[in-house]
């Protein structure tokens, strides 16, 4: 199946799945039924059903999901279990805070470098995540074998920090900046949005006024 | 309409819509038909239509949406027309970036705001936004009114913040912290989560290799 296939908002929620599994595995639930599962996410349990058979994932009637089970099938679903590692493009404020960010950690992938251009900047270390030149990406992302690039640059520098990843090999990227980038079609781009979450919360606010 | 009846991914499209309709907007477009606009989108034409009827939008048979029309009532929807003031709670790196991004301008919305305990960065200004002491949050974000708040402190750190927050009379929270946040029940929280964009480029990077 192509990428291209599943609609975004489908992936969405399955993301959301996986989230969820993950908390209620860490407090201890063994078993879920698509009920409770769907009744805790408001979504309709017909729905929750169709999405988690694109990942082959079938409850057992009357007992419900196993939750450890469905999150694994989930996560290989969406390519989790390969624990890639991460390249994040400028060490401003965003890049710095998504380095020490645990989130990454928690879904088992790393933080390998940060690159920046500033001379001042290069060699220091952030948590564990160091500083490296721009000018040596290519070299630098394939000795860590860096998977993942993220753009955390102004949007005048996005499209050149995207060329460097693709160069240096790297097989998708996160771009924070608000700029459409051109990438060859072998390296999907997800565009990171914060006014989505902004959005959504005001519509919240709108109705519990 | 209470806002728990319209499930969380709905309100992502309308989200979604709404920033796509921006996008158009900016690009000079002024009617997009549905079979455009959910060929765009990668969304079947009944569904944006049931969508989009939520908030009390009908494109006309034939000729399609009036973009900017379609964006001003979806913006309606979400309350976006309100451009509300925010505050930030932490003034580390994330509440830096976040306090410079230019997402929340280009929504109408404006950081007035940030707030940190560290008395080394009290007083100091980053972009335009200037950062108060937090243990004069209430007073401060009276002042400014503040309606949003967002929060980019430690998870240890979290709920003090919320609290101030909800004493200040803030109608909603941000919370960037990864940790579960109590609120009267007319104070929503919108968690953030980084980790959805990651499970989802992780995904499309495993369909494109």
Chains 1, 2 share one sequence.
Not at 14 to 36: N, P, V
Not at 54 to 73: A, I, M
């Amino acid at each position: 199946m192509k990428y291209e296939e599943i609609p975004h908002v489908t992936l969405e929620r399955l993301a959301l799945y996986h989230r969820t599994l993950q908390q209620l595995e860490e407090r201890g639930f063994d078993i879920i039924s698509s009920q409770q599962l769907s009744g805790f996410l408001n979504i309709k349990p017909e729905k929750l059903r169709r999405d988690l058979s694109y990942c082959g994932s079938f409850g057992t009637r009357r007992v419900g999901y196993p939750v450890s089970e469905l999150k694994r099938q989930l996560g290989k679903f969406l390519g989790l279990h390969y624990h890639r590692r991460i390249g994040i493009v400028g060490a401003g404020h965003l890049g710095m805070a998504l380095a020490i960010d645990k989130t990454f950690l928690e879904l088992g992938f790393s933080v390998a470098a940060l690159f920046d251009k500033n001379e001042k900047l290069i060699g220091s270390e952030i948590g564990n995540v160091k500083i490296y030149d721009f000018a040596k990406l290519e070299s630098t992302a394939k000795r860590k074998m860096i998977e993942i690039g993220v753009i955390a640059v102004p949007k005048d520098s996005a499209q050149e920090a995207a060329d460097a990843l693709v160069s240096a090999g790297i097989l998708g990227i996160w771009n924070f900046a608000p700029v459409k980038l051109f990438t060859p079609k072998n390296v999907p781009v997800l565009d990171a949005d914060l006014s989505f979450g902004l959005r959504i919360l005001n519509y919240y606010i709108t109705q519990a006024e």
